[in-house]
């Protein structure tokens, strides 16, 4: 089965699991979407993820974060979908509910948050909105 927007796909999955308070959510590896969770493990969105290989194929596991049993993301967005791409520069990079979530940014150095790529003043394709 092929997937024409991963990011939606990882993004949607993560979405299902925390609706049904799901521990771990599993899908098909690729560099694009383990950058994406490393991205939001490193802000504390999910606890840890893990790349394995299943039946030939690599596959992440991510073991979502909860506190209280309620859910750390309480929402998560895409923004640049193939049909219509977003780009921003540095100075313009979005503010996602005033600071209070992150916008995940695919720039010449990697995936980084707004505040990162702002900061090294590097502008790119906004990918997805967390908060």
Not at 62 to 87: D, H
Request: hydrophobic content about 40%; some cysteine.
């Amino acid at each position: 089965m092929t997937i024409n927007d991963p990011i939606a796909d990882t993004l949607t999955r993560i979405r299902n699991a925390n609706l049904v308070k799901h521990e771990n959510v599993s899908m098909p590896h690729s560099n694009l979407k383990e950058e994406l969770i490393k991205v939001l493990k490193m802000q504390g969105y999910v606890d840890s993820y893990v790349v394995e290989e299943k039946d030939g194929f690599k596959v992440i596991t991510v073991t979502l974060k909860y506190i209280n049993n309620e859910s750390v993301i309480s929402g998560l967005q895409r923004i640049s979908k193939p049909g219509l791409r977003v780009y921003s520069k540095a100075k313009n990079m979005p503010r996602v509910f005033d600071g209070m979530g992150i916008a995940v940014v695919s720039t010449s150095k990697g995936l980084m948050t707004e505040k990162e790529a702002r900061a090294n003043k590097l502008g790119g394709e906004v990918l997805c909105y967390v908060w």
